[in-house]
């Protein structure tokens, strides 16, 4: 089994910065990837951005050249520059993959608010 537990989230002002970390425990597989989601309001949960067990990365344009994702020891870190429209609750993903399938994690979401 594993958890997930997003912390970091606060009220920012626009164009501040902000860094979110995801703390996994349990099994954690080789063959891994961690993801960061948001939901706003009203809306569908999205993804922001993935990084690769080898550390490859790939974000939605929305976010390039202003967030960062980033794995250490199991400790999953993004930092933003953000925008209002940004204001949401943010998820982390861990998928893993094994001989008998594949497995989707959650946490419970940090709660992230920028004032313009």
């Known amino acids: 089994q594993v958890q997930l537990v997003e912390s970091g989230g606060a009220l920012v002002q626009a164009g501040g910065s902000l860094r979110l970390s995801c703390a996994a425990s349990?099994?954690?597989?080789?063959?891994?990837?961690m993801g960061w989601y948001r939901q706003a309001p009203g809306k569908q949960r999205e993804l922001v951005a993935t990084?690769?067990?080898?550390g490859n990365t790939n974000y939605v344009d929305a976010v390039k050249g202003r967030f960062t994702i980033s794995r250490d020891n199991g400790n999953y870190r993004q930092m933003n520059s953000l925008k209002p429209e940004e204001r949401a609750s943010y998820y982390c993903?861990?998928?893993?993959?094994?001989?008998?399938?594949?497995?989707?994690?959650w946490g419970q979401g940090t709660q992230v608010t920028v004032s313009s």
């Open positions: 349990g099994v954690i597989l080789e063959n891994n990837t």
């Open positions: 990084i690769e067990n080898d």
């Open positions: 993903k861990l998928q893993q993959k094994s001989n008998i399938g594949t497995y989707d994690y």
